[in-house]
C-alpha cells in the first residue's frame, strides 16, 4: 500500500495498514536473504539504449561478475538494468522467486 493509500484509508484502520506494510518487507528482505553469495546490485538510467557507453559497460559489468560467480542483482526494466542483465545463459544464476503483488483496494466512491 503506498502512502497516498494509506492517507485515504476511509475505514479508520491504519494499524492494520501499517502491519500489512510491514508484512511486505519482511518478504522481501526474506526472498533478498535466499540469494546466493557473493552477490552486487546494479543500478542505472532506463533512459539509455543498446550502443550507449553506460548500456554496453553495464553488459560488459554484469558478464564480468556473473562470470566470476557472483549473483547480478537489478531491478529489471530498461537500459542500463536490462544491459546488465545480458549475459551468457551458462553464467546465469537462478533469479529469487519474487512474492506476488498484494492484492489493490478498491477505492470507495
Not at 500500500?1 to 497516498?4: G, K
Not at 566470476?68 to 542483482?73: F, Q, R, Y
Given at each position: 500500500?503506498?502512502?497516498?493509500r494509506i492517507l485515504e484509508n476511509v475505514d479508520g484502520n491504519v494499524h492494520a495498514s501499517v502491519l500489512k506494510i510491514a508484512r511486505e518487507f519482511e518478504m522481501g528482505f526474506e526472498a533478498v536473504a535466499k540469494i546466493?553469495?557473493?552477490a552486487v546490485t546494479l543500478f542505472g538510467s532506463a533512459r539509455v539504449h543498446e550502443g550507449h557507453p553506460a548500456y554496453e559497460a553495464a553488459r560488459t559489468t554484469g558478464r564480468l561478475f556473473a562470470e566470476?560467480?557472483?549473483?547480478?542483482?537489478t531491478g529489471g526494466g530498461p537500459g542500463v538494468i536490462e544491459a546488465a542483465n545480458r549475459r551468457p545463459r551458462s553464467h546465469r544464476r537462478p533469479a529469487p522467486r519474487r512474492a506476488p503483488p498484494p492484492p489493490r483496494r478498491v477505492r470507495r466512491p
Open positions: 500500500m503506498d502512502d497516498r546466493p553469495l557473493p566470476a560467480g557472483w549473483s547480478v542483482i
